[in-house]
């Protein structure tokens, strides 16, 4: 267990749906990043908080949005969906200065 | 974008081998990390090599850094079965408004 939790594991859902993943970062940890792994792509920043305010977008559609909650587990929603938003997406949260990104074990979204 | 490209992107070594992963990155860093991933799970940090740093150990892992060429190495000696994964290289994430970008990785695969 990395301290990093995401729900859910696995989701399987049709095209035009929405979801919400949720990632609870590890006890003290400030920063928490998302980001999309898929096959061709590999794995894709996507953004980043830090303590509840947005600090760095990567390659997110507009479809796609996050926030951070003041416990700071943050969630990232996904509206829309399409057959190729199908990935891994993982979480990783770290404290500043601190030595690597603690990845949590991802959601596997799957649209049909 | 990638800023890492890892080098070569598989690698089939025998157990008991060393293997040698490379990557490359275009910018100006902070700091490089090396992570691995089980197939289908999260990624695990393994090591960070400060930009001001020229080698690392950690076990059996050995990092090296050039900075005028921009490149690293992940050095496995003793290689085992459970080394069998994907490793990425990934710069930045020192500072609280950096993310860490990944290159696409090496899959390693250790043969019996």
């Known amino acids: 267990d990395s301290g990093v939790t995401q729900t859910p594991k696995h989701l399987i859902t049709a095209t035009g749906q929405r979801v919400t993943l949720r990632c609870s970062p590890r006890?003290?940890?400030?920063?928490v990043y998302w980001y999309q792994q898929s096959l061709d792509q590999g794995l894709q920043f996507l953004i980043q908080?830090?303590?509840?305010?947005?600090?760095a977008k990567g390659n997110i559609l507009e479809r796609f949005s996050a926030q951070q909650f003041p416990d700071l587990h943050s969630e990232l929603n996904l509206s829309s969906l399409e057959l190729g938003d199908s990935a891994l997406y993982f979480c990783?949260?770290?404290?500043?200065?601190?030595?690597?990104?603690?990845f949590g074990s991802g959601t596997r979204l799957t649209v049909v | 974008s990638q800023q890492g490209e890892e080098d070569p992107q598989a690698l089939s070594i025998q157990e008991g081998e060393n293997a040698t992963m490379n990557c490359s990155y275009k910018t100006s860093i902070n700091n490089l990390q090396w992570y691995r991933q089980n197939s289908g799970r999260g990624l695990v940090h393994l090591i960070l090599?400060?930009?001001?740093?020229r080698e690392k150990h950690s076990g059996r892992l050995r990092v090296t850094l050039d900075t005028s060429k921009k490149s690293s190495s992940l050095l496995i000696t003793a290689s085992r079965a459970a080394d069998t994964a994907s490793y990425f290289c990934?710069?930045?994430?020192?500072?609280?408004?950096?993310?860490?970008?990944f290159g696409k990785g090496t899959r390693l695969h250790i043969l019996p």
């Open positions: 990783a949260s770290s404290v500043v200065g601190s030595y690597g990104y603690t």
């Open positions: 908080y830090y303590n509840g305010e947005e600090r």
């Open positions: 006890s003290g940890d400030l920063s």
């Open positions: 090599i400060r930009s001001n740093e």
């Open positions: 990934a710069t930045g994430g020192m500072n609280r408004d950096d993310k860490i970008i």
